[in-house]
T-cell receptor, first 111, second 112 residues
Framework: NAGVTQTPKFRILKIGQSMTLQCAQDMNHNYMYWYRQDPGMGLKLIYYSVGAGITDKGEVPNGYNVSRSTTEDFPLRLELAAPSQTSVYFC??????????FGPGTRLTVL | DQQVKQNSPSLSVQEGRISILNCDYTNSMFDYFLWYKKYPAEGPTFLISISSIKDKNEDGRFTVFLNKSAKHLSLHIVPSQPGDSAVYFCAASVTNDYKLSFGAGTTVTVRA
């Protein structure tokens, strides 16, 4: 099993550009999550999904969108990138909704 | 408002000694608690968890203690090894809420 995979590993965006961060899991987990981690801070939940076709906002959803058309994939869309979105983004999945398994992260810089 | 707090940003310990990491929470509805370990440039990895029906859970060198009345949990690592040098995050959840609240993390450095 590959677990949770994320692409790309690194990306630099200009202000106003858009991009999609990809996340996939091969563990057949229903629950999937997107977090961001800023320096010296914990992980903040952006969006989550409890199953295909169902998504909901987390703590910091502004400026982001998600979709969940399949159990395996949970892409995160950034529209009109801003410097405040410079962060490390982690995707996670869970079987139970408690213990979550994380991908390796995407480091995004917006200049 | 941060519901899970790790008040010590860093901890330095000698190899072979005990590392004690602390975590406090404010939401009395939390009933499941986890510790994650994170190396630089990697995602967090699950370390150990505890349900609110227990006050202790042990897994090898790692033990988590839960004090519900004080809304406090701690992670003990005995003995500490150089490979334990990492950032440790405390997290908490409410059953059927499906979300985790994370602390800011404690950076542990194990000195040889």
């Amino acid at each position: 099993n590959a677990g949770v995979t994320q692409t790309p590993k690194f990306r630099i965006l200009k202000i106003g550009q858009s991009m999609t961060l990809q996340c996939a899991q091969d563990m057949n987990h229903n629950y999937m999550y997107w977090y961001r981690q800023d320096p010296g801070m914990g992980l903040k939940l952006i969006y989550y999904s409890v199953g295909a076709g169902i998504t909901d906002k987390g703590e910091v959803p502004n400026g982001y969108n998600v979709s969940r058309s399949t159990t395996e994939d949970f892409p995160l869309r950034l529209e009109l990138a801003a410097p405040s979105q410079t962060s490390v983004y982690f995707c996670a999945s869970s079987y139970s909704g408690h213990t979550q398994y994380f991908g390796p992260g995407t480091r995004l810089t917006v200049l | 408002d941060q519901q899970v707090k790790q008040n010590s940003p860093s901890l330095s310990v000698q190899e072979g000694r005990i590392s004690i990491l602390n975590c406090d929470y404010t939401n009395s509805m939390f009933d499941y608690f986890l510790w994650y370990k994170k190396y630089p440039a990697e995602g967090p990895t699950f370390l150990i968890s505890i349900s609110s029906i227990k006050d202790k859970n042990e897994d090898g060198r790692f033990t988590v203690f839960l004090n519900k009345s004080a809304k406090h949990l701690s992670l003990h690592i005995v003995p500490s090894q150089p490979g334990d040098s990492a950032v440790y995050f405390c997290a908490a959840s409410v059953t059927n809420d499906y979300k985790l609240s994370f602390g800011a993390g404690t950076t542990v450095t194990v000195r040889a």
